[in-house]
């Protein structure tokens, strides 16, 4: 069965650093997405992307992050200068036509 | 705004009661529904979703919902509890079937006795 992959699984850095969070999302998938799950707390929408642009973002995506599709299959998130509130679990998702949307099993970011 | 709300943050039930895990939903227009079931360090697998067809929904596991517009509540059931249905639950919102966000509730922790 078809499914969303993410790596790395985890990853640590230091305040300041750029992080790029990387996905693959299903094949004949054309919409995609990133969430975020803070220790503790619901997850919270990041981004969704349609066509090779932003189609919504939330107010936590600031200038600070950026999302790209470089290629036919993978699917990025980059941090430019990661804070300590940034250590969450990033998941990445994507949706078929009918709009269910199908997560990968995440990234969880360590900010040290 | 979407939003949902999750009553009970923990749920413990004993093995074969009944689970009922509840949900309430807010939105401007017709919703579409989601449970997401979350096992320990994975990541959020779709249990069941509701989009405006039967209103009773049969999800996987044996879990299902139903979607009560004049409650504005989706929430999720199954007869008979098993020790591997322990995991934290998610509801979700979206306000169209194509490229819209999905507005997560708080999450419910489900423990399973024996």
């Known amino acids: 069965e078809p499914e969303v992959t993410q790596t790395p699984s985890h990853q640590v850095t230091q305040m300041g650093q750029e992080v790029i969070l990387r996905c693959v999302p299903i094949s004949n998938h054309l919409y995609f997405y990133w969430y975020r799950q803070i220790l503790g707390q619901k997850v919270e929408f990041l981004v969704s992307?349609?066509?090779?642009?932003?189609?919504?973002k939330s107010e936590i995506f600031d200038d600070q992050f950026s999302v790209e599709r470089p290629d036919g299959s993978n699917f990025t998130l980059k941090i430019r200068s990661t804070k300590l509130e940034d250590s969450a679990m990033y998941f990445c998702?994507?949706?078929?036509?009918?709009?269910?949307?199908?997560f990968g099993p995440g990234t969880r970011l360590t900010v040290l | 705004a979407q939003s949902v709300t999750q009553l009970g943050s923990h749920v413990s039930v004993s093995e074969g009661a009944l689970v009922l895990l509840r949900c309430n939903y807010s939105?401007?227009?017709?919703?579409?529904l989601f449970w997401y079931v979350q096992y320990p360090n994975q990541g959020l697998q779709l249990l069941l979703k509701y989009t405006s067809a039967a209103t009773l929904v049969k999800g996987i596991n044996g879990f299902e919902a139903e979607f009560k517009k004049s409650e504005t509540s989706f929430h999720l059931t199954k007869p008979s509890a098993h020790m591997s249905d322990a995991a934290e639950y998610f509801c979700a919102v979206s306000d169209t079937g194509t490229a819209s966000k999905l507005t997560f509730g708080t999450g419910t922790r489900l423990q399973v006795t024996l």
């Open positions: 992307f349609y066509n090779n642009e932003i189609s919504e």
């Open positions: 939105s401007s227009v017709p919703p579409y």
């Open positions: 998702a994507s949706s078929d036509p009918g709009g269910t949307q199908y």
